[in-house]
């Protein structure tokens, strides 16, 4: 098993960041408690997601987005062999209708654990950010399409999709945690826009998950 997670918890707005300890920092109370629903609507207790292990968790804007689109298809292509060598669950969590789950795994191939909160009461507790605050964040090497080509495709699924709906709060904005075992948090980025995500071989690399090699084809350790 990896090494604990020892790297920085960003603090909230206004807050420098705070040292974690190998056991991390406990997560705000009840947090934990809050349900989740999987793709056939049933409620999983978010806090027993991470309970047994640690979880890196991406909580992603809405289905519909192009950015989140990318982001998750290349999440999909971390073998699931690497996860389990490093005793590491990988978990999606978006804010939409359970009804949009299936078809957007099927959209992105993603074969991952996937949940939804639809009240996005977890994305409020865990001070995710509502709105994009302007800012450079560089180029993401896991968003292929630009402005427009990504909203028209967005568009497009909208409009020929079986519930026309936004899947999701549009003004959402997501993050990534690093969870458990129980309930510590280890490491937690919150997007201030759509292109902040951390990339994902940063995190990976925090919970001893080997470097994934994202370019088309399947995925390879670079050594």
Excluded at 40 to 64: D, I, K, S
Aim: proline share 7%; glycine share 10%.
């Amino acid at each position: 098993m990896a090494a604990p997670v020892t790297c920085q918890v960003r603090g909230g707005a206004g807050r420098g960041p705070l040292r974690a300890s190998p056991e991390g920092l406990p997560l705000a109370a009840g947090v934990a408690e809050l349900p989740v629903l999987d793709a056939r609507g049933r409620r999983v207790q978010f806090g027993a997601l991470f309970r047994e292990r640690r979880a890196v968790v991406v909580l992603v804007r809405h289905f519909l987005c192009y950015v989140c689109k990318e982001y998750v298809e290349d999440l999909a292509k971390i073998p699931k062999s690497f996860l389990e060598e490093a005793d590491v669950t990988l978990i999606v969590i978006g804010q939409s209708s359970y009804h949009h789950i299936e078809p957007f795994c099927k959209l992105t191939g993603y074969p991952h654990e996937i949940y939804v909160d639809p009240e996005r009461e977890i994305y409020k507790r865990l001070g995710m950010k509502r709105g994009e605050e302007i800012s450079s964040s560089g180029r993401s090497p896991h968003v292929k399409s630009n402005l427009l080509s990504g909203s028209l495709q967005s568009l497009w699924r909208a409009v020929t999709g079986p519930l026309f709906d936004f899947q999701g709060d549009p003004a959402q904005q997501g993050g990534t945690l690093i969870l458990g075992p129980g309930n510590n948090i280890h490491f937690i980025h919150r997007d201030r826009n759509r292109l902040d995500h951390k990339p994902i071989n940063s995190v990976l690399q925090l919970v001893g998950v080997p470097h994934v090699n994202f370019t088309s084809g399947p995925a390879v350790i670079h050594v």
